[in-house]
T-cell receptor, first 114, second 110 residues
């Protein structure tokens, strides 16, 4: 079974631009979560989507948004990029039911904002 | 926000030695998970221990959980150079939200 895939793997953007990251979950997984990892703040939860609905959201500004499609693929968007948005963005998928909800992570997208 | 502290922040050992990492958390939990991350890549799920379990084994891994102290430990026995990585504990909140500790960087020298 193919793992979680994320595209692109590396991205360089300029302050003020916007960016869209993509995540394809493991086949059959309906829950997709996004995390941001930085040296200063560590791993922080961004949001979770389940059956095309945002089920949970972390403490990030509205510039961070996401969506999930009917095939469970997910995208996250960051608008008006800031230098502090430079991070590794990780996507994780899960069956969601039954518990205990083991999550499988993709390799991440490394975003650099200059 | 991070769930708690991991101890130590960094650990350097020789191949063949055991490595122990500790994790503390703040809220009551249903389960606690440990993940490994190699050099800024994706996280790999290692083991999950439920709140009604005190100890769990998986290969060279042993995890203990003390809910009264809100702490867990991960022991890697007979470590190998390939175990060099960062190790994170995580607890689950609503839905599939995971709250991670700060992590322990393990370096195994050959």
């Amino acid at each position: 079974k193919a793992g979680v895939t994320q595209t692109p793997r590396y991205l360089i953007k300029t302050r003020g631009q916007q960016v869209t990251l993509s995540c394809s979950p493991i086949s059959g997984h309906r829950s997709v979560s996004w995390y941001q990892q930085t040296p200063g703040q560590g791993l922080q939860f961004l949001f979770e989507y389940f059956s095309e609905t945002q089920r949970n959201k972390g403490n990030f500004p509205g510039r961070f948004s996401g969506r999930q499609f009917s095939n469970s693929r997910s995208e996250m968007n960051v608008s008006t990029l800031e230098l502090g948005d430079s991070a590794l963005y990780l996507c994780a998928s899960s069956l969601a039911v039954p518990p205990p909800y083991e999550q499988y992570f993709g390799p991440g997208t490394r975003l650099t904002v200059t | 926000s991070q769930q708690g502290e991991e101890d130590p922040q960094a650990l350097s050992i020789q191949e063949g030695e055991n490595a122990t990492m500790n994790c503390s958390y703040k809220t009551s939990i249903n389960n606690l998970q440990w993940y490994r991350q190699n050099s800024g890549r994706g996280l790999v799920h290692l083991i999950l221990i439920r709140s009604n379990e005190r100890e769990k084994h998986s290969g060279r891994l042993r995890v203990t959980l003390d809910t009264s102290k809100k702490s867990s430990s991960l022991l890697i026995t007979a470590s190998r150079a390939a175990d060099t990585a960062s190790y994170f504990c995580a607890t689950k909140e609503y839905g599939n939200k995971l709250v991670f500790g700060a992590g322990t960087i393990l370096r195994v020298k050959s």
